[in-house]
């Protein structure tokens, strides 16, 4: 039968006739009871109770005993209990009190009181259930905000760094590329000058140390890039930047058979260096590509890239299905170069990780069933 209140209440007492006059005063509510105390350890074990009146004086398990095992147990330690006394001694009711009673009725007990006190005591029990869940909520929110703050930290103090190293790194890399230009140069007027093209270009010394240069010239116009301050930051359209990454790799893109899907908001700008942001889609995607090539697979092969902008952030999502990782491969994204082999360290691919960071951005990876997915998140 449907009751006027939801709320469960647990009656232990061994008289019938006390347990029949309880319930018709709670006759709203529903009452279940039991006339022992195991009995009412077993009721507690199998439901759940929003209120226990409880009666002091039983055979075997007396009400005190009751009470302490309800305490003890982490299910039933929460549930306010009301002791049902015919005594009025003191020592009693500050016992009740010290063994976790939240009140406690004198017997015979009047309608009117009984009714006020479960109503007060249920009453209370919400309350104390709805702040103790405002406090998780409120808990779970500062650990959240926290754990942003530290992170933001880390990355000024990256950023500090880089910015005290910009200056001397800039010099020194400007000074690496004139005799860099100048091997390049030699190289190439040998190929003019010898005689037997042919047997250069076969010459795998000759192959080796043109590749190894080309390499060396990337790697130190990435290096340069990196911290090469002098360009000021703009109100810069993402689109726009995305744009202009996928000109440049359209022809290797329709080479591979890539489909690439933007969706989101097109209109999303930051304040950022317009080549750091360039720089970051175009290593994207160049890994992709790069992935592709080295995994010929038939499945349908796509790239993702939705444009979210929430109040407080603004989200890059870039997904492909390039490759399948593992979980040590995934550990060694963005590593610094001391932490993983020199073969397997792009200064390029990772300094898609310092511009985010440098720009007080954040990105992190995950893994899904075909490829990978990045989320960078710039905050406003």
């Known amino acids: 039968m449907h009751k006027k209140y939801e709320n469960k209440i647990l009656i232990v007492d061994d008289d019938a006739k006390n347990l029949q006059v309880a319930m018709n005063i709670l006759k709203d509510y529903n009452v279940i009871y039991a006339q022992s105390g195991e009995k009412a350890l077993e009721l507690l074990h199998k439901n759940n109770f929003d209120l226990i009146l409880l009666d002091v004086v039983m055979p075997l398990m007396d009400g005190y005993h009751v009470c302490s095992k309800i305490k003890e147990n982490e299910k039933t330690k929460n549930i306010p209990i009301i002791f049902l006394t015919v005594k009025d001694d003191e020592k009693d009711i500050v016992k009740g009190f010290n063994l976790g009673a939240v009140d406690y009725i004198i017997k015979p007990f009047y309608s009117e009181v009984l009714l006020k006190r479960v109503e007060v005591h249920l009453k209370i029990a919400r309350l104390m259930h709805e702040l103790e869940q405002i406090n998780l909520n409120l808990n779970k929110t500062v650990e959240n905000q926290v754990e942003q703050i530290r992170q933001k930290d880390e990355i000024i103090i990256q950023q500090s760094k880089i910015t005290a190293m910009a200056s001397i790194i800039d010099v020194i890399t400007l000074q690496w590329k004139k005799p860099l230009d100048k ?48 360009k000021n930051k703009e ?117 898609v990780k310092v511009f985010i960071e440098k720009n007080f951005g954040l990105i992190s990876i995950e893994k899904t069933n075909d490829g990978i997915k990045y989320i960078i998140r710039f905050d406003k």
């Open 183 to 230: 091997i390049k140069l030699y190289l190439q007027s040998l190929n003019i000058k010898i005689t037997n093209i042919e047997e250069l270009k076969s010459d795998e010394t000759f192959n080796n140390t043109l590749y190894e240069i080309n390499k060396l010239d990337e790697i130190m116009n990435d290096f340069h890039r990196s911290f090469n301050n002098h």
């Open 235 to 351: 109100i810069v359209n993402v689109k726009v930047s995305l744009d202009n990454a996928l000109f440049l790799l359209k022809d290797e893109m329709k080479k591979e058979n890539v489909n690439i899907n933007i969706q989101g908001d097109i209109l999303i700008s930051i304040n950022i260096v317009f080549e750091e942001i360039k720089h970051i889609f175009s290593k994207l995607l160049s890994k992709s590509i790069k992935n592709f090539k080295d995994n010929n697979t038939s499945n349908k092969r796509f790239i993702d890239i939705n444009f979210e902008n929430s109040n407080e952030s603004i989200f890059i999502i870039y997904e492909d299905n390039a490759k399948v990782y593992n979980q040590k491969e995934l550990d060694n994204f963005f590593l610094a170069p001391s932490s993983i082999t020199a073969n397997d360290f792009d200064l390029g691919f990772y300094l």
